[in-house]
């Protein structure tokens, strides 16, 4: 099955300085890898998500890049803000058993400090 | 667009009952439904997924006996975790995907449930 890493499990940033997370993936098929933020006690929300006919998106200070050779992507925030503060979880879609499913990464608990 | 209600949000019960957990899309048709569990500053475990009008899909470890899903409707879907057990108590969220071509998953707010 699908197995996502993701690092680092907490990432502290200063207020305007970016961040960066990065997820790797062991299933050469997944073929979509959304991002969800989560913030305490609060339901993941999507923020960006890229399919693997695309190497990069971005969406005003998010991006997101993918290496399907290398079978990693990163979530990058430019610019952060105080209210970026939360917990960040990548994940990629991949088929097991005749289902789509998406596997989830361990999460990235990002503060910035202001 | 693209709205998950799950109810209750809290729920407090004794160990050896059962408790309900709803999932609705409010302003799609979900074909498929998952609900996951999450412990404490973890990750999102999935629970099992859910297919209108066809029985549920189990994830490897769970009991599919004690956690009972229905997915009657395109737009509602429910868990019910039977003779609770205080291991139980967790945080628990569904999410639904609309339609077959679509990939996106929409979570709902979440049920914390605490087993006494």
């Known amino acids: 099955g699908e197995n996502v890493e993701q690092h680092p499990s907490t990432l502290s940033v200063q207020e305007g300085d970016s961040a960066v997370i990065k997820c790797t993936y062991s299933d050469s098929a997944s073929n979509y890898f959304p991002w969800y933020k989560q913030e305490l006690g609060k339901r993941p929300q999507l923020i960006i998500d890229i399919r693997s006919n695309v190497g990069e998106k971005k969406d005003q200070r998010i991006a997101v890049t993918l290496n399907k050779t290398a079978k990693h992507f990163s979530l990058h925030i430019t610019e952060t803000q105080p209210e970026d503060s939360a917990v960040y979880f990548c994940a990629a879609l991949h088929h097991s058993g005749g289902y789509q499913k998406v596997t989830f990464g361990t999460g990235t608990k990002l503060q910035v400090i202001p | 667009g693209a709205v998950v209600s799950q109810h209750p949000s809290r729920v407090i019960c004794k160990s050896g009952t059962s408790v309900k957990i709803e999932c609705r899309s409010l302003?799609?048709?979900?074909?498929?439904m998952f609900w996951y569990r999450q412990f404490p500053k973890k990750s999102l475990m999935l629970m099992a997924t859910s297919n209108e009008g066809s029985k549920a899909t189990y994830e490897q470890g769970v009991e599919k006996d004690k956690f009972l899903i229905n997915h009657a409707s395109l737009t509602l879907s429910t868990l019910t975790v039977t003779s609770a057990h205080p291991e139980d108590s967790s945080f628990y969220i569904c999410s639904a995907r609309d339609g077959k071509r679509e990939v996106t998953q929409y979570f709902g707010p979440g049920t914390r449930l605490t087993v006494l």
């Open positions: 302003d799609f048709q979900a074909t498929t």
